[in-house]
């Protein structure tokens, strides 16, 4: 069984940052696929990042440039550094392994004008 549990979100003001956490539990982040999502007020969950286990990311195009995503393997960690936060980032977001159903609960984000 797959377990996400993210971490790291909060409120902060336009043009701060955040870095969000991920532990996960029966998926091995090394060799896995590994997402951010964003779950925006009433808005589907969209893909913000993904990291494949070659270590190639991908960013969605209002975040390439702001956001990194990495991760550290040897504590299956995933990590979403977020700078340059505008308020259209705000939501919930949340990490997933690319081919498995779970979800964690996600971690909100909000961003102030």
């Known amino acids: 069984q797959v377990v996400l549990e993210e971490s790291g979100g909060g409120l902060v003001r336009s043009g701060g940052s955040l870095r969000l956490s991920c532990v996960g539990l029966?998926?091995?982040?090394?060799?896995?696929?590994m997402q951010w999502y964003r779950q925006s007020p009433g808005k589907g969950r969209e893909l913000v990042a993904s990291?494949?286990?070659?270590?190639?990311?991908e960013y969605e195009y209002d975040v390439k440039g702001r956001f990194t995503i990495y991760k550290d393997s040897d504590r299956n960690k995933l990590f979403l550094q977020m700078t340059n936060l505008k308020p259209e980032d705000t939501g919930v977001y949340h990490c997933?392994?690319?081919?498995?159903?779970?979800w964690g609960q996600g971690t909100q984000v909000t961003v102030s004008s």
């Open positions: 029966g998926v091995i982040f090394r060799i896995s696929k």
């Open positions: 997933k392994s690319f081919g498995f159903a779970q």
């Open positions: 990291l494949g286990s070659d270590g190639v990311a």
